[in-house]
């Protein structure tokens, strides 16, 4: 598939995946004689990844040691598992936080549509 695409077809920029290419999240990303970018089924696989993980809010900096620790095959094993933990616990924290919001949330609706007005919290 060509840049433009993979930018469609995960709805990203070229920009964004040119970016992703230059900090090694992706690629090298192989190019045909006339320079465009070709990329390969395994190319699509790593973007999907790095896509969900930067959706749930993972830095660039956790992604580019997990991939460069991939890189290195099942010695890292141990140390990419204790990574994907910790950035697991990271995002519970997260996730909870989004929650707590999202209660309040649903209990302010609540108010308004019983047309009940708290007149101590906004």
Do not use: H, W
């Not at 707590?100 to 919290?121: G, H, S, V």
Request: aromatic share 10%.
């Amino acid at each position: 598939m060509q840049i433009s695409e993979v930018a469609k077809a995960f709805g990203l920029t070229t920009d964004t995946l040119r970016y992703y290419e230059r900090e090694g999240l992706i690629g090298p990303i192989s190019k045909g004689k006339n320079g465009i970018r070709n990329y390969t089924e395994e190319d699509i696989k790593r973007i999907q990844f790095v896509k969900c993980m930067r959706a749930a809010g993972l830095e660039i900096s956790f992604l580019k040691r997990y991939l460069q620790l991939f890189e290195g095959g099942d010695k890292t094993v141990k140390e990419r598992r204790e990574i994907l933990v910790e950035q697991r616990k990271i995002l519970k924290e997260k996730l909870d936080a989004m929650q707590e919001a999202y209660d309040k949330l649903n209990y302010k609706i609540e108010l308004y549509d019983k047309n009940i007005l708290d007149k101590k919290l906004m």
